[in-house]
Structures are given as C-alpha cells and as structure tokens.
Nanobody, 111 residues
Framework: QVQVVESGGGLVQAGGSLRLSCTVS????????MGWFRQAPGKEREFVAR???????DYADSVQGRFSISRDKVKNTVYLQMNTLKPEDTAVYYC?????WGQGTQVTVSS
C-alpha cells in the first residue's frame, strides 16, 4: 500500500519562502511518478512541478524561476522550495505519486 504525506505548508508574507516535503512509503520508489500540484479556492487543481529519475525538472510557467523541485532518493522524499512567494500562490499543495494523492498542505501568502 502506497502512502503519500506532505508537510511544510504555512502562512508567509509576500516575498517569503517555504519548503514543502513529500515522503512516499512504498517498496519500489519511482521518482518519475512524482509531482506537485496545487488547488486554489474556486479553481481547478493545476500542475506545479515534477522531477524525473534522471533529475530533469519541469515547472508551470507561473512558478518558473521561483520554485525548485528536488529529491532525496534515500528518504523517498521530494521537496518543493518556493521562493519569492506571491499572494496568487495561495493554495492547497498536493503531492501525487503514481495514482495516489497526499492529503495536501495549505500554503497562504499574505500581501
């Protein structure tokens, strides 16, 4: 059974930073299957970032240059470093591993 757990959300002022973590409990960890998504109130869930097993990264245009995704293969954990946060980054951030979603972590950016 796969378990996905996010952490690291919180309240931060505009221009600040947060780092989210996503740890996956599984026997055969596949980093290709992981990605970060977010859902703001009244909006659909949207893609934020992903990282492949080879280390290639992909970002939504809205976060390119401000967010950085990385991973720790030993810990089965993927991180999302979020810098220069904006109020429009406010959302529940979800980690997805294969077809399993985490419970989400709230990020609130005040202006």
């Amino acid at each position: 059974q796969v378990q996905v757990v996010e952490s690291g959300g919180g309240l931060v002022q505009a221009g600040g930073s947060l780092r989210l973590s996503c740890t996956v409990s599984t026997r055969a960890f596949n980093p290709n299957a992981m990605g970060w998504f977010r859902q703001a109130p009244g909006k659909e869930r949207e893609f934020v970032a992903r990282i492949t097993s080879g280390g290639a990264t992909d970002y939504a245009d809205s976060v390119q240059g401000r967010f950085s995704i990385s991973r720790d293969k030993v810990k089965n954990t993927v991180y999302l470093q979020m810098n220069t946060l904006k109020p429009e980054d406010t959302a529940v951030y979800y980690c997805k591993y294969s077809n399993t979603w985490g419970q989400g972590t709230q990020v609130t950016v005040s202006s």
